[in-house]
């Protein structure tokens, strides 16, 4: 927002049907809105700590040079990594690509990960039966598997 302090903005809220809004200057709207979110949620701050919330922004800079998306699908960039992180991370891929409407799909099949990761069609399929038992992906389909939150955080954390 490249709005100063002294400008007046609204916000608008809409909760359940009802409509809130809050308006003047930047600073009084805020602190009106937050006010109002504290008195709805007054546990908010207590509650936001156990919520598991993916940063978009931050997976994308952390996965630029790991995985690119393209219109056939994921393309895993480094292929120097074990087989679990590979697939993580070309699971990883068709998730960012659906988010960002380069893909019509989030899964990807067992075949598709073998050709991706270039590893052997048995080597993909018994980490993908570990990994599912882990809760890192789920099997949505007959072969079909996608990325979960937990996932993306542990394959994010691999990273740091």
Do not use: W
Not at 5 to 16: F, P, S
Not at 119 to 134: P, Y
């Amino acid at each position: 927002m490249s709005s100063s302090r002294g400008e007046a903005i609204r916000i608008n809220v809409q909760i359940k049907g009802e409509q809130f809004n809050f308006e003047g200057k930047v600073d009084e709207a805020i602190s009106a809105f937050l006010k109002f979110i504290c008195n709805i949620y007054p546990s908010y701050e207590v509650v936001s700590k156990i919520i598991l919330t993916i940063d978009y922004e931050k997976i994308l800079k952390d996965f630029a040079g790991i995985i690119a998306v393209a219109n056939e699908g994921p393309v895993l960039l480094r292929h120097d990594v074990p087989t679990d992180q590979a697939i993580g991370f070309c699971l990883i891929g068709a998730h960012i690509g659906l988010k960002i409407g380069k893909s019509l799909k989030e899964t990807l099949t067992s075949e598709e990960l073998t050709k991706s990761t270039g590893k052997s069609s048995g080597t993909v399929a018994n980490e993908l039966t570990t990994m599912t038992k882990q809760g890192l992906v789920e099997r949505v389909g007959r072969g079909e598997y996608k990325i979960t939150t937990a996932g993306i955080i542990h394959y994010s954390q691999v990273l740091q």
